[in-house]
Each structure stands twice: as structure tokens, then as C-alpha cells.
């Protein structure tokens, strides 16, 4: 047996290289940084650390790094584990937060640092995100004394966002900046004037800004579709103008005002939003606005198409239907309700009751304080046929957020009004104490309470309105029309004497002729003397001198001519003086055809002569072909039968004629549907037996 042999010794390891000097790791450091290659440059900082563990430039390199390549959590983690570095790194922990949309922790972190510029600004952007407009606007006013580039585009985006756009001029006289002088502030602007319904100058702004912003592109060397993203939000601006702008005009003007189609085109804003969706040369955030309101643009036609254009928006991983991170985190709230809002409303039209409700239920947390969460699930009730329960939810949310009740109490009441209870829909309308006095919701108090039965309330409205508008100090008074509504309710209602009284406080009031007109006519079933005392403030009118009173009443009346298109009016007499005498028609000779003698005409024309043949007396349809008979049987059976037949007519003397009873044979079963429908298959079965 041979010998096992022996193993072969190890090799002794090499002894590890000397880490390069942490001049030359810093000198790299450096390099990476200055080409912005910011994963090298944190390997490098790992470097330095592993050669000096708690170097406070290493460590800030890393974290800088580590944010500039939008690793926030790594960054953040590197900040806990430097606890014992001597850097406050709180302002980077903050950024980091408010890159993550944790703007409550990001702004408990800044609460150590000092009030220097950046700390501001970072603030201000925080607060921003988190819908705190007027504290924003402050921290920008504070900011205006140091010279910070592009602080006027913020505090107009600002002054935007907490709707104050109409002091947008006043900050830009104080700052002493144009509009055009750069495309965004430019688009700022623009997006003020469009908040002050200012349509027409913010178009014309718009395409400044657009302008500006290519020039100003292509001398920075800027490629074409970085270009495209940059000046996107510009685009659909243009787009939401000549959408908004239809709709406004559509209101103010009917269907053939050329203002209307002057101004806005339906057909331009769904071709501007549809080739910026095709193109995808946008940003995240102006796609998505793109999306929703090429979807409000179609309103309920091709739901699918729709719901397919916001999937495009959802988290690719989620199973329901939620935004993407990254757009999560650039849109506003309210850009995010009303994207979320369109979801629900296209499900409703698409019947998918179930989807919608989920995705109702998830927007309760989302948007705690807007009432469009419980207006969105009362619409998915009513769609259930669930009315009560939505005006039970619409109630308990009015109640517990008075401040927000408007139009809640609104929806309530269209809902109630709707489902046929206008009981509630008139209760919640009463609660809305700033509109319960104006002309349209006591015109809608009255009729859901007269529908309800209950004339005493509706009554009870008219007087709170008229005691309302009676105190009120404004220059357009509605009192005027708020009392004669009344009096023709209470007269509608059989109350003349109330009637006549509103009527009579209006004219003395108001020398309303309207008002003198109801009065006389009202106090005429009451007291005669005093409609007549009332009459002789009428003015006469013109041309009734002439007419006789008494023979008027004694006549009969017009009465109804048959076939009249027109009813004739005469003109009163002037002073009795003149008639009018009626036109004597010239008569005429008739024309008679050429060649025709009318001492001798001859005989009379057909009267049938118009009508078809078929259908005139004399009409007598052709014999039928005996050959077109059904044949069954053999050849000798048909001789046999056609002998019969002559057998039997020449026996038989009573048969009437032949032709006669041929004839009312064949008229009979011309008029016969079932006769006719038979027409084919005898047809078939002739060739049948040719063949």
C-alpha cells in the first residue's frame, strides 16, 4: 500500500497593502465630488472612515454625497451613527425628512438651528408642503431684505397657493421685478391672473413665458427634450385656459355667440392634452395634471380610456389604485384630491360600485380636513339607492365641522330633493344662514315647502326674507321683488287681504307700477272704492279714448274661426274721428288651359285620376296562368282531375260566372297579408315541377 502523501504547506498570506495616504483619499474625494460621480465619492468617504473612524469632513462629505444621490435613507443613517461628531447635521436630517415627506419630523429637526437664510428657506418649503400659507408667506417676507436668487417665484407661488393671488402685483411693485423677467415668474404670474378669472391676459402671458423660456434654454446648450420637460407646465397651463375659458363662455353666451367660439375651443384643449400624454416629454407632476383634465375635459364618455390614462399615474406595485411615490410627493393636496376625486367619479360611471367604495373609504384618512370624501361616499350611496344614509352622513359632517357645512348642507339638500324628501332638503337649506335671505333659495324654500304641505312654513320664509332685506344696507336691495313674490304667494293661496296689504306697502314704498297693477287687481275682490282710488294712478294708455266701454261689455266676446292662423286685431279709433276702410280685391279672370273652351268643356275629368291604378274602381286584375297551379301526383292524376273539373261544370247550372268569381277571387287575396306572404313558396315549388 503506498503511502498517502503528505499534504503541501500553505502558502503564508501576503502582507495586506498600506492603505493610500488620507491625502490623496481626500484629493479623490474631492475629484469625484467636483464631477458629481457621487457613489465613488461615498466610497471614497468610506475609505477615509475605515483609516480615521469619526472624521468629521469625511463623515459630511459622505452625507452630502449620499443626498446629492438621493439615498436619503443611508444618509439619515449615517447621521445616527455619527452621534459623537462634533457637525450638527440637523439641517441635512430635515432635508432628508422633507424629501420624504415626513414634513412634521423634518420641521422638528430644524427647531436647533439658527434663523439663517437656508434654514429659512428650507422652512418655508416645509411649510409650503404643509398648506401653512400665511406662516410661509411670513418667513419670505423676512427673506426679502437679503438677496436670494428666485425669492419673488416663491412668494408668488406662495401668494398663489394660500389664495391671495390679487396681491401678487402689489409684492412684484415692492420687489421692483417684472414679470417677463424670467419664464417662471413669468408662469407664476400668469397663474395669478388665471385665479382672478383674468383669462385673456394670462394666455397672452403664458406665450411670453414660453417664449422667454426657449431663448433662454437653448443659450444655457439645454437638448430639445430637456427643453420639452422644462417648459411642459407651460403647455398645460395653455391647455387648462382654453379649457376653463370654454366653460365660462359657455354659460355667459349661447351656442351661436361667435365670442364664444372665438375664445375657447373644447376640440384645441383635448388635442394640447393628448400630445403632451404622447409625446411624454413632461415632468411627472405636469403629466398627471395633464391626465386629470384631459379626463374632466371628457367628462362620462370613454370611461375606459379614462381609467386606463390614470392607471398610468398609480403605484406600479399596489394593488388599488394609488399615486406614485414621486408624484406623490410633488403635487399639492389639492391636485392629489382632485386627481383621486375623477377615480371615484369614473367608477361610479363605469358601475364599479365596489372599487369605488374602497377607494372612498381610503381617502377619509388621506384628506382628513376636505369635505370631499364624504361628498364622494354620499354619491356612491345615492348610486346604491342608499339616499337616507347619505343624507344621514352628510348631516353628522355638517355637524361636527360647522365651519365646512356650506356645501355640504348644499348636497344634502339636493340629494333629500331628489329622492323625493323635501321636508329635509328645505331643513337643510334653512341652515345655511348666508344665502337663507337671497332671491334663488327663498324662490327654492317656498316650493320644497308647498311640496311638503307645508304652506304656514313656506309663509314663515317669505317674511324672514322680507324682515332681512328690510334691515340690510346694500346697494343692490332685492326687498322690492322678495314682496311681491309674497303678495302672489299669499294671493295664490287665498290671503287677499295679506296680499293687499304687501301689495299697497311696496307701492308707497317703492311706486312699484307692477306692485299698483297686482294692488288694483287684489283690493278689486275686497273693496271696489278703494281699486278704483287706486286706478287713477295707472297711467292711461294710449289710443283707449275712443273705445265705448258699454257696448264692449255688452258684445258676446271674440269668438273662434276654424282653420284661422291668425286672429285680426283692430285698432282703436283716434279721437272717433277716422275708419279705416277695408281694400276691395280686384277681381281677377280665371286662366284656363290652352285650347279649352269653357262655353263647351266637355266631360267631367276622372275623379280616379290621381289615384293608382290598383287602388281605382275600374281596376280588375289579370287571370292567373292555369300552369302556375301546384301539381302533386302523377301526369295521369292531373288529366283526370281537369276532366272532373269540365264534368262538373258543365253539370252544375247554378255555378256563377267563372271570370266573376275569378276576379273577386284575386282581389280578395291581393288584399290578404297572409295571401301574399304565401307568393314565394308557389314560385318555388312551379320550378320545382319544371324541373
Known amino acids: 500500500m503506498a503511502p498517502k502523501p503528505k499534504d503541501k504547506p500553505k502558502p503564508s498570506p501576503s502582507p495586506s497593502q498600506p492603505p493610500p495616504p488620507i491625502e490623496d483619499l481626500f484629493a479623490s474625494l474631492n475629484k469625484h465630488i467636483q464631477r458629481s460621480d457621487f457613489e465613488q465619492a461615498v466610497k471614497v468617504a468610506d475609505q477615509v472612515l475605515s483609516v480615521a473612524p469619526g472624521d468629521d469632513d469625511a463623515i459630511r462629505c459622505k452625507v452630502v454625497a449620499l443626498v446629492k444621490a438621493d439615498r436619503f435613507d443611508d444618509a439619515i443613517s449615517t447621521i445616527q451613527t455619527s452621534k459623537k461628531v462634533l457637525t450638527d447635521f440637523s439641517f441635512f436630517k430635515a432635508y432628508c425628512l422633507y424629501r420624504q415627506n415626513k414634513l412634521d419630523e423634518a420641521l422638528e429637526s430644524l427647531k436647533s438651528q439658527e434663523g439663517n437664510s437656508a434654514t429659512m428657506l428650507l422652512e418655508s418649503q416645509i411649510l409650503y408642503r404643509l398648506g401653512k400659507m400665511d406662516a410661509c408667506m411670513d418667513i419670505y417676507q423676512?427673506?426679502?431684505?437679503?438677496?436670494?436668487?428666485?425669492?419673488?417665484?416663491?412668494?408668488?407661488?406662495?401668494?398663489?397657493?394660500?389664495?391671495?393671488?390679487?396681491?401678487?402685483?402689489?409684492?412684484?411693485?415692492?420687489?421692483?421685478?417684472?414679470?417677463?423677467?424670467?419664464?417662471?415668474?413669468?408662469?407664476?404670474?400668469?397663474?395669478?391672473?388665471?385665479?382672478?378669472?383674468?383669462?385673456?391676459?394670462?394666455?397672452?402671458?403664458?406665450?411670453?413665458?414660453?417664449?422667454?423660456g426657449q431663448e433662454t434654454l437653448l443659450e444655457d446648450n439645454f437638448p430639445d427634450d430637456e427643453i420639452g420637460i422644462e417648459l411642459?407646465?407651460?403647455?398645460?397651463?395653455?391647455?387648462?385656459?382654453?379649457?376653463?375659458?370654454?366653460?365660462?363662455?359657455?354659460?355667459?353666451?349661447?351656442?351661436?355667440?361667435?365670442?364664444?367660439?372665438?375664445?375657447?375651443?373644447?376640440?384645441?384643449?383635448?388635442?394640447?392634452?393628448?400630445?403632451?400624454?404622447?409625446?411624454?416629454?413632461?415632468?411627472?407632476?405636469?403629466?398627471?395634471?395633464?391626465?386629470?383634465?384631459?379626463?374632466?375635459?371628457?367628462?362620462?364618455?370613454?370611461?375606459?380610456?379614462?381609467?386606463?390614462?390614470?392607471?398610468?399615474?398609480?403605484?406600479?406595485?399596489?394593488?388599488?389604485?394609488?399615486?406614485?411615490?414621486?408624484?406623490?410627493?410633488?403635487?399639492?393636496?389639492?391636485?392629489?384630491?382632485?386627481?383621486?376625486?375623477n377615480r371615484v367619479l369614473l367608477l361610479l360611471h363605469a358601475n364599479k360600485l365596489d372599487q369605488a367604495q374602497e377607494l372612498v373609504a381610503a381617502l377619509s384618512d388621506m384628506f382628513v380636513d376636505s369635505v370631499m370624501p364624504v361628498l364622494l361616499q354620499a354619491a356612491v350611496l345615492v348610486r346604491e339607492n342608499k339616499a337616507g344614509r347619505a343624507e344621514e352622513?352628510?348631516?353628522?359632517?355638517?355637524?361636527?365641522?360647522?365651519?365646512?357645512?356650506?356645501?355640504?348642507?348644499?348636497?344634502?339638500?339636493?340629494?333629500?330633493?331628489?329622492?323625493?324628501?323635501?321636508?329635509?332638503?328645505?331643513?337643510?337649506?334653512?341652515?345655511?344662514?348666508?344665502?337663507?335671505?337671497?332671491?334663488?333659495?327663498?324662490?327654492?324654500?317656498?316650493?320644497?315647502?308647498?311640496?311638503?304641505?307645508?304652506?304656514?312654513?313656506?309663509?314663515?320664509?317669505?317674511?324672514?326674507?322680507?324682515?332681512?332685506?328690510?334691515?340690510?344696507?346694500?346697494e343692490d336691495n332685492k326687498l322690492s321683488v322678495i314682496m311681491r313674490e309674497a303678495a302672489s304667494f299669499r294671493l295664490r293661496h287665498g290671503h287677499e287681504e295679506d296680499a293687499a296689504r304687501l301689495y299697497e306697502e311696496l307701492v308707497k314704498s317703492h311706486g312699484d307700477i307692477e306692485a299698483l297693477v297686482g294692488l288694483v287687481t287684489t283690493v278689486a275682490h275686497v273693496d271696489v272704492n278703494k281699486a278704483e282710488a287706486y286706478e287713477k294712478q295707472l297711467k292711461p294708455l294710449p289710443g283707449l279714448k275712443g273705445v265705448d266701454v258699454d257696448s264692449l261689455e255688452r258684445t258676446s266676446g271674440a269668438q273662434h274661426v276654424e282653420g284661422a292662423s291668425h286672429v285680426g286685431v283692430t285698432e282703436a279709433y283716434e279721437e272717433g274721428k277716422t275708419k279705416t276702410k277695408a281694400k276691395k280685391k280686384r277681381k281677377r279672370k280665371p286662366r284656363y288651359p290652352k285650347g279649352f273652351d269653357p262655353a263647351n268643356p266637355g266631360p267631367p275629368p276622372d275623379p280616379e285620376r290621381w289615384l293608382p291604378k290598383r287602388e281605382r274602381s275600374s281596376y280588375r286584375p289579370k287571370r292567373k296562368d292555369k300552369r302556375a297551379a301546384q301539381v302533386r301526383g302523377s301526369q295521369g292524376a292531373v288529366v283526370r282531375e281537369k276532366h272532373e273539373a269540365g264534368t262538373s261544370g258543365a253539370n252544375n247550372s247554378n255555378v256563377p260566372n267563372a271570370k266573376s268569381t275569378q276576379a273577386s277571387t284575386s282581389k280578395g287575396a291581393s288584399q290578404n297579408p297572409v295571401a301574399e306572404q304565401s307568393k314565394p313558396t308557389a314560385k318555388s315549388s312551379r320550378k320545382k315541377s319544371r324541373n
Open 142 to 212: 423676512k427673506l426679502q431684505k437679503s438677496k436670494i436668487d428666485s425669492l419673488e417665484i416663491n412668494s408668488v407661488a406662495n401668494l398663489i397657493a394660500s389664495g391671495r393671488a390679487s396681491e401678487v402685483q402689489r409684492l412684484m411693485d415692492t420687489l421692483k421685478v417684472k414679470a417677463t423677467s424670467s419664464f417662471e415668474l413669468a408662469y407664476n404670474t400668469a397663474c395669478s391672473l388665471i385665479e382672478g378669472n383674468k383669462y385673456t391676459d394670462a394666455e397672452q402671458l403664458l406665450l411670453s413665458a414660453r417664449r422667454i
Open 232 to 341: 411642459a407646465p407651460i403647455a398645460v397651463q395653455l391647455a387648462y385656459v382654453q379649457q376653463i375659458f370654454y366653460s365660462v363662455m359657455e354659460a355667459a353666451s349661447d351656442a351661436n355667440s361667435p365670442l364664444r367660439q372665438l375664445l375657447g375651443h373644447t376640440q384645441e384643449a383635448i388635442e394640447a392634452y393628448t400630445d403632451i400624454i404622447k409625446r411624454d416629454l413632461a415632468d411627472e407632476s405636469s403629466l398627471a395634471v395633464a391626465v386629470n383634465n384631459l379626463i374632466a375635459l371628457k367628462g362620462p364618455k370613454e370611461v375606459s380610456d379614462s381609467l386606463r390614462k390614470l392607471d398610468r399615474l398609480k403605484e406600479k406595485d399596489s394593488q388599488y389604485f394609488q399615486l406614485a411615490r414621486g408624484l406623490d410627493l410633488k403635487l399639492s393636496p389639492k391636485q392629489k384630491e382632485a386627481i383621486y376625486a
Open 393 to 474: 352622513i352628510l348631516m353628522q359632517f355638517a355637524e361636527k365641522f360647522p365651519d365646512k357645512s356650506k356645501v355640504v348642507l348644499l348636497a344634502r339638500a339636493q340629494v333629500a330633493a331628489a329622492a323625493g324628501h323635501p321636508h329635509i332638503a328645505a331643513e337643510s337649506l334653512a341652515k345655511i344662514h348666508d344665502i337663507d335671505h337671497m332671491p334663488a333659495t327663498v324662490a327654492t324654500l317656498v316650493s320644497l315647502k308647498e311640496r311638503a304641505g307645508d304652506i304656514d312654513g313656506a309663509a314663515a320664509v317669505l317674511d324672514s326674507a322680507i324682515k332681512w332685506w328690510s334691515n340690510a344696507m346694500t
